[in-house]
């Protein structure tokens, strides 16, 4: 971290989370931070899905859950932005306090339950800048108390996909009470036949990305794989935060309810990632979260299978110029190991990820 960075951590950090949180959004509004940027590298750029990613790093679904500086990101350094997520009516989420640092960890534990302004205020937003370059996803879930989940995923592909670079489908939050089981095999046929019918009547096709838990074991994951293979979805974004407390050193929140997310979650996420790809094949697209804060994780996750990654908790910790900085030790990378692309590492060590256990 440059100073810098260490003066704007101590600041934020002297305040609550969420609060912090609220702040840096209002500093991307404002244009701030400034970030010096690596130049463009051709061998990081990565086609996929129709869409042409100058690189592969992107800000991953949560921190700008209502649209709000999806273009600011971008100048962060990242390749593309996710926003979201964005269920069809506003809702305040889970009561306060609902995010917590585990510093010691470089981890945060949240628990707040898709609070966000609804598909009306976002749409507003995402309208306001059509026309614009950069690749920005949008994050579709359903609202708590929805009388209708399925319904709600539909409604967000009709919102959105005029907007939208691709939609992700979000079933793997732990802090919507029920939303997981979405994940299992004859809810999840459902839910992506009703999805891929909306989008196919929707105004634009964006491509589709199922974004899955880590806390699955190896039956479920096939599963997952067998209904996303023959619903013919675009890609899946692995994973989402975790239930797990394992290993953890600050003890005293490790009771905490919530998702965990950040540098532990990068082994077990890691190691579903790889078994998605051998069970997926080589071009169903991957997304890569969970634990990258560096180039040498970044890359790892390549190896491991991921055409593209996204980060957000390792920004907390490493400050705005984390992107950059990755970004720069990847060209560094490829230069080095005289690569032409940066793809040509991915798969690399699939099988030694796959052997690891996920217990």
Known sequence: MTVLDRIGQKLLFSFDPETAHGLSIAALRCGLPVVSLPPRDARLKVRLCGLDFPNPLGMAAGYDKNAEVPDALLRLG???????????????????PRIFRLTADEAV???????????????????????????????????????????????????????????????????????????AREQLGELLSRVMAARATASAQPPVFLKIAPDLVEA???????????????????????????????????????????????????????????????????????????TETALEKIRAGADLLQLYTGMIYAGPALPGRIIGGMARFAERERLGSIGELRDTACERWVSKSLS
């Open 78 to 96: 990242f390749g593309f932005a996710e926003v979201g997520t964005i269920t069809p009516l506003p809702q305040p989420g889970n009561p306060k």
């Open 109 to 183: 534990i949240n628990r707040l339950g898709f609070n966000n302004e609804g598909h009306a205020a976002a749409e507003k937003r995402l309208a306001a800048r059509r026309g614009r370059s950069g690749i920005v996803g949008v994050n579709i879930g359903a609202n708590k108390d929805s009388a209708d989940r399925i319904g709600d995923y539909e409604r967000g592909v009709a919102r959105f996909a005029p907007y939208a670079s691709y939609l992700t489908v979000n079933i793997s939050s732990p802090n919507t009470p029920g939303l997981r089981n979405m994940q």
């Open 220 to 294: 479920e994951l096939e599963d997952i794989a067998a209904e996303i293979a023959e619903k013919k979805i675009d890609g899946v974004i692995v994973s989402n935060t975790t239930l797990s407390r394992t290993g953890l050193r600050t003890t005293s929140l490790a009771g905490e309810a919530g998702g965990l997310s950040g540098k532990p979650l990068f082994e077990r996420s890691t190691a579903v990632l790889a078994r998605m790809r051998k069970l997926l094949g080589p071009k169903i697209a991957i997304i890569g979260v969970g634990g990258v804060n560096s």
